[in-house]
Each structure stands twice: as structure tokens, then as C-alpha cells.
């Protein structure tokens, strides 16, 4: 047996026109089902008319504020961490794909394995040179320098210094103070 719309009726509070009542009427009477779902319904719409209503527990608003808050927070840390991955994958790739170009043109450059292992060796044994000429210069000026300045001299820019460096890390510790900066 069909139960539609009467189901409708039975349940939503709607006021019907008579011909829709009258129909109801009719079906009511043949229909076991629809008897049941109106007793039943009347039954449950009554408990609800007679209960009171409840007001939630002190504080409610404020903890479905946070757990609200908590929840946006957890979807946005998530979302990030998809984005990172996702910039990562993506950042591996190119960096892979332009070490495979790299690759391919720097083999197409030199004409043998042994070519490209001369031209690195002589290149890192150049760097070597470098950097031992570096260092000696150094070591020179580091024997020289202090003759240069008397001891009342080097106080002087050892002061300089200093006051320099101490309005650098205030004005840093003040920048972090200002309002807006993370």
C-alpha cells in the first residue's frame, strides 16, 4: 500500500486543505501503518510539548567557541602539511629533472669519463690553491695588524664596536616588541 503523502501529513505540522484531509481520513481508516505512525507521532509530539526546556550548562558558548576554534585550527595545520608535501614532491621533481639536463649536458660536453675527472680534479686542486693563498695572507695580516693601531687604539674601536653592536640588538629586541610582528 502507497504511504505517500499521507506519512507527510502525519508527520509535518501542515494544515491541509479539505480534500487532503478528507483523503486522510479515508486512508487512516484501511491503513494499519499510517493508525500506528499517528499514535505513535501524537505520542512523541506530546512528550515534547510537556518537557521543559533546558538550558545548556554554564560556559557552553565559550567551550564550542574553542573546540570550534581548536577543529579550524586542526584542518588549516593539515592543509598545510598536504601543501608542504605537495611543494616538496614537486620541488624534488624539478630539481630532478634539471639534474638529469645538467647531467646530460655535461656529458655531451666532454668527450670521455676521464676528460670530465681531469677537469674536477683540476678544478678542486685550483680551490685548494686558493684557499692556501687565503689563508697565509691572513696569517700575514693577523701578525701585522695590531702593530698598526697603539693599544689605546684597538680599546677605542674595541668600544666602537661594542656600542654598535649593543643599539644593533636593541633595535632588533625592540622591533620584535611592535604590535602586528610574529
Sequence with gaps: MKHQPFENWLLFDETLIPD???ALDEHLQVCEHCQTLRQSWGGVAGLFRESPDLDPASGFADRWQA???QDHQGVLA???RWQSWITLILIANAVSILGVLLGMTVFNTFDSLTELL???VYRLTSLLTVI???QNLLAIMIRTIPGLLPPSGWAILAAIIS???L???LSIARLARMPGRA
Design 78 to 80: 593539515s592543509r598545510h
Design 163 to 165: 656600542a654598535g653592536s
Design 20 to 22: 487532503q484531509a478528507q
Design 167 to 169: 643599539v644593533w640588538v
Design 118 to 120: 681531469l677537469v674536477w
Design 132 to 134: 692556501n693563498i687565503f
Design 67 to 69: 573546540r570550534l576554534k
